[in-house]
């Protein structure tokens, strides 16, 4: 008996420890992402959607904390819908309370990652679950899986280089369910021909992808909230 109890003590402080360090790896996450207070991007952005047509257009994407995010083309439309769609990783995470609980680790094309799920504390938030894939020694997320009440699940998969001390990618791809993916009223996607129509059922694997190539980034020079209306 005395030895069960050891071994359920042991149990306890292990997962414990755990747990402290999955919420002080997200600290350090939130950390460098929130060092970032705005950005400006220059990109190239491809949409991937069995029944829509989008050319690759070069795009202006804004972000200002906590989680505004927009992106724009030339002529100044607004490609993506409002609400739901957090392509920016920042927009996902930053400013917002989650309890974070410890999920071990995964190796990812070789490199190993700390699996760490987040619960958000507030019990209005549309995000039931985010599953965050981080390397430990540079608090960078390489994949973060949402579950949501009102579009699903989707993915955001980032790659690192020449922004990585922001905690800012090269490249962004964002993997959704297209038959789960809810636009809000009144929004449309931008076809060819400057035409826009309803979306049929999907074909393929069902999933649309959309990628975002970053030229440069200008960071941390202000940017006014009139800009996200």
Not at 175 to 200: D, H, I, Q
Request: proline residues 4%.
């Amino acid at each position: 008996m005395k030895k069960f109890g050891f071994l359920f003590c042991t149990l306890l402080f292990t997962l414990s420890l755990r747990a402290q360090d999955a919420a002080q790896l997200l600290q350090a996450v939130k950390k460098k992402l929130e060092s970032v207070k705005d950005y400006t991007g220059d990109a190239t952005l491809s949409v991937e959607v069995s029944f829509m047509k989008v050319p690759d257009s070069k795009v202006k994407v804004y972000f200002r904390q906590p989680d505004q995010f927009k992106i724009i083309k030339p002529d100044g439309i607004s490609i993506l819908p409002k609400g739901g769609m957090n392509v920016s990783l920042n927009s996902l995470i930053s400013g917002k309370e989650f309890t974070s609980v410890p999920g071990g680790y995964t190796s990812v094309n070789g490199r190993k990652l700390a699996i760490i799920k987040l619960l958000p504390i507030a019990e209005n938030s549309d995000v039931v679950l985010t599953t965050l894939l981080v390397e430990e020694s540079s608090a960078l997320v390489w994949k973060a899986t949402t579950t949501t009440k009102e579009n699903g699940t989707y993915e955001s998969n980032m790659e690192y280089n020449r922004f990585a001390q922001w905690g800012l990618p090269d490249k962004i791809l964002f993997v959704f369910n297209t038959s789960t993916f809810k636009l809000p009223k009144g929004v449309t996607m931008e076809y060819e021909g400057g035409k826009s129509t309803k979306a049929p059922q999907a074909s393929g694997d069902g999933k649309g992808r959309v990628s975002l190539v970053y030229k440069t980034y200008s960071i941390n020079k202000g940017l006014s909230p009139a800009l996200f209306k």
